[in-house]
């Protein structure tokens, strides 16, 4: 399994391209840190590595993958629901038993220390702790390819430490890690860096 990006680049104002000529294979056991300032179309490249939006110019080889899991720089969930039913519920859609599900669910709850929040409410979490939780639901289905926009914008450094080894962790394990970010320590924890600015 890979990504393939050839001569990628992308405008939405014709003839102001955000980025271009952009060429890179994705490849299973490596996580990718786009970076560049904002406005330089780091979001934009993560829709088209999903396959959401085509690029302007150039081609991207998807073919290959077959689950992609998408975590959001704002998270998003029921207000009523506990976190432990979050993280359960990608379990359950892949058609695990209830109490299997809700065990493999604490366990990565765990990892994002987030196990003494299991029966808190969604609304009931910071802004940090939804973040967090975002991550898990997304695991929890074992995408092929993970993208991941500014995860640690809304924690402080000794969690975004956790996140960071956690994502690292996960790409380890065969999965394609995509993030967009501004954190040097998320950009230093990757394997390869993609810097924006280098194809304007």
């Known amino acids: 399994?890979?990504?393939?990006?050839?001569?990628?680049?992308?405008?939405?104002?014709?003839?102001?391209?955000?980025?271009?000529?952009?060429?890179?294979?994705?490849?299973?056991?490596?996580?990718y840190a786009l970076v560049g300032p904002s406005g330089v179309g780091k979001s934009t490249l993560l829709s088209i590595i999903s396959g959401t939006i085509a690029p302007s110019f150039g081609e991207v080889d998807l073919t290959s993958v077959h689950r992609t899991g998408w975590v959001f720089q704002n998270p998003h969930g029921v207000p009523s629901r506990s976190t432990l039913d979050h993280a359960t519920l990608p379990f359950l859609a892949r058609g695990m038993e209830r109490a299997p599900a809700a065990a493999e669910a604490l366990e990565l709850l765990e990892q994002f220390k987030l196990a003494d929040a299991a029966e808190t409410l969604y609304r009931g979490l910071s802004g940090g702790e939804a973040?967090?939780?975002?991550?898990?639901?997304?695991?929890?289905?074992?995408?092929?390819?993970?993208?991941v926009d500014?995860?640690?914008?809304?924690?402080?450094?000794?969690?975004?430490?956790?996140?960071?080894?956690?994502?690292?962790?996960?790409?380890?394990?065969?999965?394609?890690?995509?993030?967009?970010?501004?954190?040097?320590?998320?950009?230093?924890?990757?394997?390869?860096?993609?810097?924006?600015?280098?194809?304007?």
Not at 2 to 8: G, K, N, P, Y
């Open 1 to 31: 399994m890979s990504i393939t990006l050839d001569l990628v680049g992308h405008e939405f104002v014709q003839g102001r391209p955000l980025f271009r000529e952009l060429t890179a294979d994705l490849v299973p056991g490596h996580s």
């Open 131 to 147: 973040q967090r939780l975002m991550l898990v639901r997304a695991l929890a289905a074992e995408p092929d390819l993970l993208l």
């Open 150 to 200: 500014e995860p640690t914008a809304q924690l402080d450094h000794r969690t975004a430490e956790t996140v960071n080894s956690v994502l690292q962790n996960v790409a380890g394990r065969g999965t394609i890690v995509v993030i967009a970010t501004h954190d040097a320590g998320t950009r230093d924890s990757c394997t390869d860096s993609i810097d924006l600015l280098d194809f304007q």
